[in-house]
């Protein structure tokens, strides 16, 4: 499975794996179907919402891998 990092949006993680809506909605993040989903990458979604995309990335790196 991919790596997930910080340039990919939400929307390619969703598409990688569904379960990680619930660490998107952890991080601040409920509008998982908007079109900034696709658009603008998880830094800059983070830098909107007031998360450390640092920290959302090893999440969801760790919640992925955890599944392998």
Same mark, same amino acid.
Request: hydrophobic residues 45%; aromatic residues 2%.
């Given at each position: @499975?991919? /790596?997930?990092?910080?340039? @990919? ?10 379960? /990680? ?5 952890? #991080?601040? @993040? ?5 079109? #900034?989903? /696709? ?23 760790? #919640? ?5």
């Amino acid at each position: @499975m991919a /790596t997930i990092n910080k340039d @990919m949006s939400i929307g390619q993680v969703l598409n990688l794996d569904r379960s /990680t809506a619930s660490i998107f909605i952890s #991080h601040g @993040m409920h509008c998982l179907g908007c079109p #900034h989903a /696709t658009a603008e990458s998880l830094q800059d979604a983070c830098a909107v919402h007031g998360a450390d995309v640092d920290a959302l990335v090893e999440k969801l790196n760790a #919640h992925v891998e955890a599944k392998a």
